[in-house]
């Protein structure tokens, strides 16, 4: 059974990301790059590849926002963002929920310019829609309703049960021991763009083969990512290589 990854895999959302993360911190409802402060994209853009949970948007773009304007070629290396995290004294569930809402008063207001942040994968997606919605089961740390309205603005209508998301606070090994239970299958496949997520779902389902990671080279990679890939012996995979796989893991 192969699961998907939404975020770096199947839609390219980092600029509106990006955006919703500053809104998250700021007064400001800006709606497009254009409008962030000078050097806030880049240097988020650039850091991204850090963020695991939805929750932790808004510590980076904090940070993003003390440094953009001074230090706009800024990278953090795995301790200092962990650091960075330790630091911030705002509960996990608090930061989440602001991140949700001020999305949700972006999508509310301006929903056009909300969709238009947004980008599918190419060819992955034409592949995906090919292989059908109905077939297609999503575990990621996004909330529901931007992945069900994603999709069906690009042509993949997903079931919305097959949609397990961050909202309630579940994780990704919450909610691959849901699907679990719920498909009883003897093998899956999970394709996301973060290694640090790949580890973490490998130490912790450590010794049981019916689970099996890839990671999709084409999302937000970072620096070192492909090389802790291969020594925990993930596949590294392209476009191309997954969409030629993809009958193997179905």
Not at 38 to 45: D, H, S
Not at 131 to 152: D, E, R, Y
Not at 231 to 242: G, K, N
Request: hydrophobic share 40%; proline share 5%.
């Amino acid at each position: 059974m192969l699961i998907f990854d939404f975020d770096g895999v199947m839609i390219d959302s980092l600029d509106e990301v990006i955006v919703t993360a500053h809104n998250s911190v700021s007064k400001d409802l800006v709606k497009s790059l254009d409008d962030l402060p000078e050097g806030f994209e880049k240097v988020f853009r650039a850091n991204r590849y850090h963020v695991q949970p939805a929750a932790d948007f808004p510590v980076l773009a904090g940070w993003t926002l003390d440094v953009c304007t001074r230090s706009p070629d800024i990278l953090l290396s795995r301790v200092e963002y962990r650091e960075l995290l330790a630091r911030d004294t705002e509960p996990p569930a608090s930061r989440r929920n602001r991140f949700f809402a001020i999305r949700k008063v972006f999508t509310d207001s301006d929903h056009e310019a909300w969709l238009n942040l947004n980008r599918p994968y190419q060819p992955v997606w034409e592949r995906l829609v090919d292989f059908g919605g109905a077939n297609i089961v999503i575990m990621t740390n996004k909330n529901k309703q931007p992945v069900i309205a994603l999709c069906q603005h690009f042509g993949l209508p997903v079931e919305a049960e097959n949609i397990y998301s961050a909202e309630g606070g579940a994780n990704k090994i919450d909610n691959l021991n849901a699907i679990h239970d719920r498909f009883r299958q003897d093998s899956y496949f999970f394709i996301d763009d973060s290694v640090p997520n790949l580890c973490d779902l490998d130490t912790h389902f450590n010794g049981r083969n019916e689970f099996n990671w890839i990671l999709a080279t084409w999302g937000y990679v970072g620096p070192g990512d492909r090389d802790e890939a291969d020594r925990r012996e993930f596949p590294c995979q392209s476009q191309e290589q997954f969409i030629a796989a993809m009958g193997s893991y179905a």
